[in-house]
């Protein structure tokens, strides 16, 4: 038999891709196997009364320990996983923002169930492909030969079996929703505290009252004792970089005069990775992308106490309401005195209320997207930037400005 498509999901849901097959082909026959490591289902029916019996397989692993994310390589299925972000991540692509998300929700992935073939059901595999595909919110690895390939080269397939990212970079969809499940959220949801039953409570009666629609399932954030929060200095490093990309992508001063005032003032190490990139090649569709992180400048400066209030969820920032004196940089000033005078930062349990409340936020903003619904009381753009944000600050899987996550 020949690889149809192997598809991947967050949840356990050997059961359940059995019910979809049930009902889907209500007269086949399927025979379960354990098999080391997983499960096979073998689903088979006949055609006509002197036909040869006709079949196709199922074969299911999950992981050892069901998680949200990948911390390190525990069993087959982790281990292949990990091969899969690498492959994704050296994939050449204009479409960065879905190369990410797809990195993300490989990530979330805790089952892979290949599918084998003949090739003479196809009709009904495909028919039991789209029904998981949809049910369990999987992504789909497919090679060009494939019927549901949409690529002339190995690629991926969102729920929809769309065309998710090849391996010449090629994507067809503008978003992709990353979603976990509470019950693989790290720490135990039974022993959390009232601090953090009360915070939650209050995200979702804010929420409630903008008439914006919350999720009872999502997990609590951990507590205020369970976080090493970034440093004063982190946090005003971080705005210096941040401001200077800024300035760019608001066309206020050349890359090339950016990343000259960044070592002019030795300050060229607070830029990550991904800004150097942007600065050295400030295209006018990475200028658009981030002219987005005002959101987040805004997020860290309220940290810093600097400005005293967020805001709307629906009105994107000014910049301009921050005095000149208080922000990092300018053409002559030296935005070290900015770093070296940001000592302390608000009340850690403030932070983590609004983190806790832009997590809520952000999953309800990617349900309406899935729903193609419109939030009035909230701008998505600004939800997911400020999300970013406070997930740095709180270090939410201890990750680097760059491979920040977003968990909904």
């Known amino acids: 038999m020949e690889n149809y498509c192997t598809l991947y999901a967050h949840k356990s849901c050997y ?4 019910e979809i097959v049930k009902q ?42 069901l998680s949200y994310t990948i911390d390190s390589v525990t069993d087959a299925l982790t281990r292949n996983l990990t091969g899969m972000i690498g492959y994704v991540d050296a994939i050449q692509t204009s479409n960065q923002e879905i190369q990410q998300l797809l990195i993300e929700k490989i990530r979330t992935i805790n089952a892979e169930f290949p ?12 028919l039991v492909t789209e029904k998981i595909s949809e049910a369990l919110d999987t992504i789909a690895f497919v090679s ?3 019927p549901i390939g949409k690529s002339a080269s190995q690629h991926f397939l969102n729920n929809n079996l769309e065309l998710l990212l090849d391996a010449d970079g090629v994507s067809k969809v503008s978003s992709l929703s990353v979603e976990i499940d509470a019950a693989y959220f790290d720490g135990n949801q039974e022993d959390i505290t009232d601090e953090q039953k009360e915070r939650k409570q209050t995200s979702e009666k804010i929420l409630e009252r903008l008439e914006i629609k ?9 507590s205020e004792k369970e976080i090493l929060f970034r440093t004063p200095k982190e946090i005003a490093e971080r705005v210096v970089g941040l401001a200077l990309t800024n300035i760019v992508a608001f066309n206020g001063i050349s890359g090339e005069q950016a990343i000259a005032y960044a070592k002019k003032h030795g300050v060229y190490y607070v830029l990550t990775p991904n800004e150097i990139d942007f600065l050295t090649n400030p295209t006018e569709e990475k200028k658009h992308r981030e002219s987005w992180k005002c959101e987040g400048i805004w997020v860290l400066m309220w940290a810093l106490n600097i400005i005293s209030d967020l805001g709307a969820m629906d009105q994107l920032v000014n910049l301009d309401e921050i005095s000149e004196e208080a922000y990092p940089i300018g053409a002559e000033k030296d935005p070290n005195i900015f770093i070296n005078r940001c000592l302390v930062f ?10 806790d409340l832009y ?13 193609e619904n419109e939030i009035k009381s909230l701008n998505p753009g600004l939800v997911y930037e400020r999300h970013y944000a406070f997930n740095w600050l709180i270090r939410y899987r201890d990750q680097e400005w760059d491979d920040v996550s977003c968990d909904t």
């Open 115 to 126: 599918i084998l073939h003949k090739g003479d059901m196809d009709d009904e595999i495909a």
């Open 144 to 146: 060009p030969e494939s």
């Open 359 to 371: 997590y809520r936020a952000d999953w309800a903003c990617v349900d309406a997207r899935m729903g």
């Open 15 to 18: 059961e359940e891709i059995k």
């Open 346 to 355: 608000r009340d850690k349990n403030q932070i983590l209320d609004m983190a």
């Open 214 to 222: 919350t999720n009872q399932h999502l997990p609590c954030l951990p």
């Open 24 to 65: 889907t082909l209500p007269k086949a026959r399927i025979t379960d196997t354990n098999t080391e490591g997983g499960k096979t289902m073998l689903v088979s029916r006949k055609k006509g009364i002197f036909g040869s019996r006709q079949f196709f397989q199922i074969s299911y692993r999950e992981r050892e320990k």
